[in-house]
């Protein structure tokens, strides 16, 4: 099946935040919150730009690893107390792709 353009938009908006958020690994905000917090915060970045891959494949794993991974940011952000407008304005943002998602969850491909 050929990608919807609305997953295709997701994709760009998702590979975007990747670009823009890359940098935020090496910043002295997310060093100073602890030793390890640049390496997981890492983690969860390349984690979005592979759920990103996934969807523009159209894969049902895409979908599966964006949802763990927002919720793994969105965790990550809670336990690091950043709690500002950008956080609520990219939860309100993953939670409407979610949906969106998920509504062409099934007819997506189940392999790999």
């Known amino acids: 099946m050929i990608r919807p353009k609305i997953i295709s938009f997701i994709c760009i908006i998702g590979y975007l935040s990747v670009v823009f ?5 090496f910043s002295p905000q997310i060093k100073k919150l602890g030793v390890l917090m640049p390496a997981i915060y890492g983690i969860l970045v390349a984690a ?4 990103c891959v996934g969807l ?17 940011k969105t965790l990550f952000y809670i336990l690091a107390n950043q709690l500002g407008f950008g ?3 990219n939860c309100s943002v993953s939670f409407i792709f979610i ?8 007819k997506m491909n189940p392999n790999l």
Do not use: D, E, M
Request: net charge positive.
């Open 21 to 25: 958020t890359f940098p935020q690994v």
């Open 48 to 51: 979005n730009f592979i759920a």
């Open 56 to 72: 523009w494949y159209f894969k049902q794993w895409g979908v599966q690893l964006y949802i763990i991974s927002v919720f793994a």
């Open 87 to 89: 956080f609520y304005f």
């Open 99 to 106: 949906i969106i998602l998920l509504r062409f969850y099934p």
